[in-house]
């Protein structure tokens, strides 16, 4: 059962909603337009808000998929927290398109509030704070992905959770990269 976990989660994370959404409500390609990104702050810069929350709650609601999904059929920790972690990378690198995805901070969030619910939780109300602040979902995204393993530590979370949350943070904060340099300048 760990294979088809491990493959459910890949391809859920896979999924390229951005695309397919902004494609289906505006007939346009959201990878030509603004940041080129797949994910929802490009679409919401793109679209309408409308559009870029569906794009959100989508992107959160596969990762909550992964890992409830995993908990369901009765799989260890360790593969549900796999689960988490794999749905994020399948978020950043769909073999559907080139493996060039999106930063992964949404489907993070989904698969960590059904893993670890309480980190995860504050991880993401620090990100709206930062937000509101400073106007920058990228420096929300990058400060939420790197404290979520800090406070998963803290809150005295499972290693096997610990584990995968910092695989995701750093696959997070890394895919944040080219944001970092601007934020930075």
Do not use: Q
């Not at 337009?33 to 919401?44: F, K, T």
């Not at 890394?174 to 930075?184: A, K, V």
């Amino acid at each position: 059962m760990t294979g088809i976990v491990i493959t459910v989660a890949y391809l859920l994370g896979a999924i390229p909603f951005a695309l397919l959404v902004v494609r289906r409500v505006a007939g346009t390609d959201v990878r030509l337009s603004g940041s080129g990104n797949i994910g929802a702050s490009n679409v919401l810069r793109t679209t309408r808000p409308t559009v870029g929350f569906s794009v959100l709650a989508l992107d959160a609601g596969k990762g909550a998929v992964a890992v409830a999904f995993a908990w369901h059929i009765g799989e260890s920790e360790g593969v549900v927290a796999s689960a988490a972690a794999i749905v994020v990378i399948g978020h950043l690198f769909p073999v559907w398109l080139g493996f060039r995805g999106g930063k992964g901070a949404a489907t993070a969030s989904g698969a960590f509030i059904v893993l670890s619910p309480v980190p995860t939780t504050i991880a993401v109300l620090m990100f709206v704070s930062i937000v509101a602040i400073t106007r920058y979902v990228s420096l929300g995204s990058i400060i939420a992905a790197a404290l979520l393993p800090v406070l998963i530590f803290v809150l005295g979370g499972s290693t096997e959770t610990l584990n995968a949350s910092l695989v995701a943070a750093v696959l997070v904060v890394f895919r944040h990269r080219s944001n970092m340099s601007r934020l930075c300048s």
